[in-house]
């Protein structure tokens, strides 16, 4: 069964650094997200993408952040300049054109700023 | 705005004991969207069900049942005969019918523990 895959599984990165997490979402698929989730708390939302451009982005979703889709199957979340309040999971999801509302999400790419 | 709440933060049971997750939204928008993710201590986030507003129908999957009320803005999550396997938190989600691409709005989760 096709599904999203991210890497790497874990980062640890230092304060200020920039870090890339990498998704590879089911081929067929259109529309790409992102979503970040606080040790024990909720999934939130950061950022929607489609035809190679930002659909919509949250509040969280700041000027540290940026997306690409690089190639035709890797689509990249890009902090500048990392914080300790972005240690988090970061999920990506894909979903296509014809279920457009369900969305896949991968295992996760845990990050630790130190 | 589209809100979720799982107001169930932690449940226990023993196995083969039926439990149900509850979930109660709010939105503005007509057609809007139901979801439920299971996320096992592995991390990943399934996809359990979809539910459109306009669907009422409750739906039943195995050992799975939901059951949708618009009249209460509820979408609970049943688990008939539970099992060790089931232990993992359970989100709840929104996506309101703007868009598309609309973002899902997540509860905070049930964290479901079955015991052998």
């Known amino acids: 069964e096709p599904e999203v895959t991210q890497t790497p599984s874990h980062q640890v990165t230092q304060m200020g650094q920039e870090v890339i997490l990498r998704c590879v979402p089911i081929?067929?698929?259109?529309?790409f997200y992102w979503y970040r989730q606080i040790l024990g708390q909720k999934v939130e939302f950061l950022v929607s993408?489609?035809?190679?451009?930002?659909?919509?982005k949250s509040e969280i979703f700041d000027d540290q952040f940026s997306v690409e889709r690089p190639d035709g199957s890797n689509f990249t979340l890009k902090i500048r300049s990392t914080k300790l309040e972005d240690s988090a999971m970061y999920f990506c999801?894909?979903?296509?054109?014809?279920?457009?509302?369900?969305?896949?999400f991968g295992p996760g790419t845990r990050l630790t700023v130190t | 705005a589209q809100k979720v709440t799982q107001a169930q933060t932690e449940i226990s049971v023993v196995e083969k004991e039926d439990v149900t997750l509850d979930c109660v939204y709010e939105?503005?928008?007509?057609?809007?969207?139901l979801f439920w993710y299971k996320q096992p201590p592995s991390g990943e986030l399934v996809f359990l069900i979809r539910?459109?507003?306009?669907?009422?129908q409750n739906e039943i999957s195995g050992r799975y049942s939901w059951n949708f009320q618009k009249s209460t803005s509820s979408f609970n999550f049943t688990i008939t005969a539970s099992q060790v396997v089931d232990s993992a938190v359970y989100f709840c989600?929104?996506?309101?019918?703007?868009?598309?691409?609309?973002?899902?709005?997540f509860g905070r989760g049930t964290q479901l523990t079955v015991w052998p």
């Open positions: 999801a894909s979903s296509d054109p014809g279920t457009p509302y369900e969305q896949y």
């Open positions: 081929s067929n698929h259109l529309y």
């Open positions: 993408f489609y035809n190679n451009e930002i659909s919509e």
């Open positions: 939105t503005r928008d007509t057609t809007y969207y």
């Open positions: 539910r459109n507003s306009f669907d009422e």
């Open positions: 989600a929104l996506k309101g019918g703007g868009s598309t691409l609309g973002r899902l709005y």
